[in-house]
């Protein structure tokens, strides 16, 4: 048994015996917060990167402004303007392409 399990009894030891406080606190007796615990105190699990959470927060900050306004004439409009940038995207690359190239050979 991990020392945060061990932390974890005690506390539900104690809280049983306040039946108002053990009412409030119920979600420590919940399993889920046993494993959270296992989880957190292991010490060879590999912790994730900040790169990683950060591209996680990012990516749930485009997707609450996108889905903002959940009407159905903005989804609409939405999913239309998704549908136009991806039938560009083809020709978008290429002119990159072009770009670049010219770019090479200007100064090559």
Aim: charged residues 35%; contains cysteine.
């Amino acid at each position: 048994m991990t020392t945060a399990q061990k932390k974890l009894g005690k506390l539900r030891k104690r809280v049983a015996r306040f039946k108002k406080l053990s009412r409030l606190l119920k979600k420590l007796l919940a399993p889920t917060v046993e494993r959270a615990l296992l989880f957190l105190d292991e010490k060879l699990l590999p912790s994730t990167s900040n790169a990683v959470e950060r591209t996680n927060r990012r990516f749930r900050k485009m997707q609450r402004e996108i889905y903002r306004a959940r009407t159905t004439t903005s989804i609409r409009q939405r999913v239309a303007l998704d549908l136009l940038r991806e039938a560009h995207l083809a020709t978008r690359c290429e002119v990159l392409r072009l770009l670049s190239r010219q770019r090479l050979t200007f100064l090559g």
